[in-house]
Nanobody
Framework: QVELVESGGGSVQAGGSLRLSCVAS????????MGWFRQAPGKEREFVAS????????YHADSVKGRFTISRDNAKNTVFLQMNNLRPEDTAVYYC?????????????????WGQGTQVTVSS
């Protein structure tokens, strides 16, 4: 069993930055692909970014490309999401997820473990 705990959320003004962290426990996730998703009030959960097990390959949604960057530190069992130039439309609960298949992927149903989420609020 893998437990994922997100941190780093908060409230910022538009144009600001936040760095989310997700620490895995229970077992090492170095062989897992990791992903970030978000869900805004009244909307479906949407893909943000995913990174392969080695960290060498990643994929970002078009809505965040050039502003957000996913990375990982396998030695610390941790994945990060650096968010720059935040916009009000980025306001959502952000979830970390782990996928046994080590390849990055955008589809939420393919992820096996999920964190509880961390709130990000961006004001204009």
């Amino acid at each position: 069993q893998v437990e994922l705990v997100e941190s780093g959320g908060g409230s910022v003004q538009a144009g600001g930055s936040l760095r989310l962290s997700c620490v895995a426990s229970g077992r090492t996730v170095s062989s897992y692909a990791m992903g970030w998703f978000r869900q805004a009030p009244g909307k479906e959960r949407e893909f943000v970014a995913s990174i392969a097990r080695s960290g060498g390959n990643s994929y970002h949604a078009d809505s965040v490309k050039g502003r957000f960057t996913i990375s990982r530190d396998n030695a610390k069992n941790t994945v990060f999401l650096q968010m720059n130039n935040l916009r009000p439309e980025d306001t959502a609960v952000y979830y970390c997820a782990a996928r046994r298949d080590g390849r990055y992927y955008a589809g939420a149903p393919s992820y096996d473990y999920w964190g509880q989420g961390t709130q990000v609020t961006v004001s204009s």
